[in-house]
């Protein structure tokens, strides 16, 4: 597991700004989600580790309805989802086709999955606003999933929204979308990441008092002996 409790609440007070600040430091470019934006207003920040599932274009011979009751099909995914996941679905930015509805909505929250991201779009929208499962995504279509889509699996590697995603990568999203952390800089990142965030939110506080920005962010020396004797009160 890469994710602890104590990793999981850090990362919680976290924005995702922040976040891909931190893995750019360490040389990562593509970590947030092209395309994944909250379905609600109401949605707080979640933390959890990646199950993938993979769709590819439809091919007319397996995309339909008769596929759903299928072994290999989105609810026998849904099925074998942990709970506190959050699934990460790889529609490849197609919008022409819903790959979940309000029905199977409901079912991930019943199964306590924390939220879905996606690239692509969701069908029923109001209705799965209604089961309350957080959801980013890329807007909503009234066309089923067959009608664009194939699925062909989960738990393997994916990209969603230009980003490779591996089951048991950290996710994180928010107002600013989604954010893949892989597995292995998770507990780096969550350390700096909060450091960078105090950081951030005593330099705004500097610049609200009217400090100019050259020297300050980033900091210079001077700047940096003035935010370690601040970090000395706390």
Avoid: H
Wanted: glycine share 10%; net charge neutral; hydrophobic share 45%.
């Amino acid at each position: 597991m890469s994710l602890t409790s104590d990793l999981q609440k850090a990362l919680a007070s976290i924005s995702t700004a922040t976040i891909t600040t931190v893995l750019l430091k360490k040389g990562l470019r593509r970590t947030w989600m092209a395309g994944t934006k909250p379905l609600s207003g109401e949605q707080s920040r979640v933390v959890g580790e990646a199950f993938t599932l993979r769709f590819v274009p439809a091919r007319e011979d397996l995309a339909t309805p008769a596929s759903w009751a299928s072994p290999k099909s989105t609810r026998g995914a849904i099925e074998a989802m942990p709970e506190g996941c959050i699934a990460v679905a790889d529609a490849m930015g197609i919008t022409s086709a819903g790959i979940f509805g309000d029905i199977l909505a409901m079912r991930m929250f019943k199964r306590n999955v924390q939220a879905l991201v996606t690239d692509g779009v969701m069908r029923d929208a109001e209705g799965v606003r209604a089961t309350k499962l957080p959801v980013w995504c890329n807007g909503a279509a009234a066309p089923p999933s067959v009608a664009g889509l194939t699925f062909v699996g989960w738990q393997e590697p994916i990209g969603c929204g230009g980003v490779a995603v591996f089951p048991g990568d950290v996710i994180v999203a928010d107002g600013d979308g989604a954010v893949c952390i892989p597995q292995v800089f998770v507990a780096d990142v969550a350390k700096e990441a909060v450091e960078q965030e105090l950081f951030e939110t005593w330099a705004l506080d500097q610049v609200s008092k009217g400090a100019a920005l050259p020297g300050l962010y980033p900091p210079n020396d001077e700047t940096k002996a003035k935010y370690e004797a601040f970090r000395k009160t706390r």
